[in-house]
């Protein structure tokens, strides 16, 4: 197998017996090492074919990696398994500033493709914190959200066109780049989202848009959800569509955030129930600030808002979401630490929220909860921190927090994926029906099971 290997990438781009070892399965455990057979470093996306048609052939497994941001271990990887990693597929094929696209390989990191649209006087709207590591193949595969999702949509809406192996190596080649296409079944859509399970993304098409020449932010502290609600629907139609980010963080995430001086320069007084960032862009330099200006001072005028701050610089507008962007200092004061990623319809999260907090803080081993998230789309994040990890009080504290989903048609994950966390709790969000569906659709390209095997069910 390794001889094979070493014929298809090269010898230097097989790395096994020990060197394996100075890899690692996700950036935040650097200091575990991978157990695997062999990581594999393709340089196209022939070589990627060759690679799957030979584990086809041997019926070995194959876990992909990308940017290792993943949170719901779906690049975790057993001793078993061998392990492709796509960096060396790291470059921009095309910018096409008429068609407004960009094509990708899949091991270019997400923020390169947003600075080479920059510099071409165009926009890629994918906005979340991993974007200096996430790889681009892994941004499709597990359809990344962001900040911008209200406005601009999850990753699915960006893409245009797919090149993916098949578990079996055949290439599926479609990088269209026009935005209307209905001729048959959309199939690009069977592998964006689907988490390295139906196939590996090599190239990518993606949407730009004019770049914005304005973008200011405000930070407000409102007394009610009902008021948070209000001033998103008062927003959206004083902005309209410069309106492109709409955030919330509940009284206690916001005070961890901001508890250091350097964090806290541009806040506000941390008394408040919700704390809400406010993000517009645009094109009209002048009228585009005074239109901000007057719908935060409306805002205030009608009772929405308590109090708030503006900002306008570069400098200025990036230091008040690095509150809402960094969440380290959510976790950095605890040992241990649970992440939570749900979709509750709007008119029940105050409610629903206020309930898994109260039953979350109500257990002697959780330390704190932490609240916030993508208020327009119905995205909402906790990190609950506490003592230990004893496996019966994490299935607690899941169970508190999955508890009410179903009966909400909610879903057990917004934009994290289910990968091999989460799929004890799939049965929340997808009926039996769309469970066997799923199964029938990763049988009939994965019919062995060798592509990032286990994951989502």
Known sequence: MIDALKNIVGSKNVLYDG??????????????????????LPKTTLEVSKILQLCYEKNEEIIVHGGLT?????TLVEPHQWVISLEKMNAIEDLDESAKTVTAQSGVILEHIIAAAHEKGLFLPLQFGARGSAQIGGVVSTNA????????????SLV???????????IISS?????????????KQLFIGSEGTLGVVTKVCL????????????????????????????????????????????????????????QSASTLSKDFPFYVFIESM????????????????????????????????????????MIREDTRALTQPYAFSQHFDI????????????????????LPYVQNVFPFGHIADGNIHLIVGKKDSIAAHTKQINGIVYKNLRKHQGSVSAEHGIGLDKKAFLKTSKSDQEIALMKTIKQSLDPKNLLNPGRIF
Do not use: C
Not at 21 to 28: D, L, N, T, V, Y
Not at 284 to 290: F, I, N, T, V
């Open 19 to 40: 060197l394996e070892k100075s890899r690692i399965a996700h950036i935040w455990d650097t200091d575990m090492p991978l157990r695997t057979k062999g990581v594999i």
């Open 70 to 74: 993943n949170l719901v271990g779906g």
């Open 145 to 156: 959200g962001g900040m911008r999702v209200f406005r601009y949509g999850m990753t699915r």
């Open 160 to 170: 245009l066109g797919l090149e993916v192996v098949l578990p079996s190596g055949a």
């Open 175 to 187: 990088l269209k780049k026009i935005l209307k296409d209905n001729s048959g079944y959309d199939l």
């Open 207 to 262: 949407r730009l848009f004019e770049s914005p020449t304005t973008r200011y932010a405000a930070l407000v502290a409102v007394q009610t959800f009902d008021d948070v609600i209000r001033l998103l629907r008062f927003m959206e139609k004083q902005l309209s569509g410069n309106l492109t980010a709409f955030e919330l963080m509940w009284k206690t995430a916001y005070n961890a955030a901001t508890a250091t001086k350097q």
């Open 282 to 321: 645009g094109y009209q330099l002048g009228e585009d600030y005074e239109k901000f200006e007057y719908a935060i001072t409306a805002a205030i005028e009608k009772g929405l808002v308590a109090d708030g701050v503006m900002t306008q610089s570069a400098q200025e507008v990036n230091s008040l979401w």
């Open 343 to 362: 979709s509750l319809p709007i008119g029940v999260m105050d409610k629903e929220i206020a309930t898994i907090v109260k039953h979350l803080n109500a």
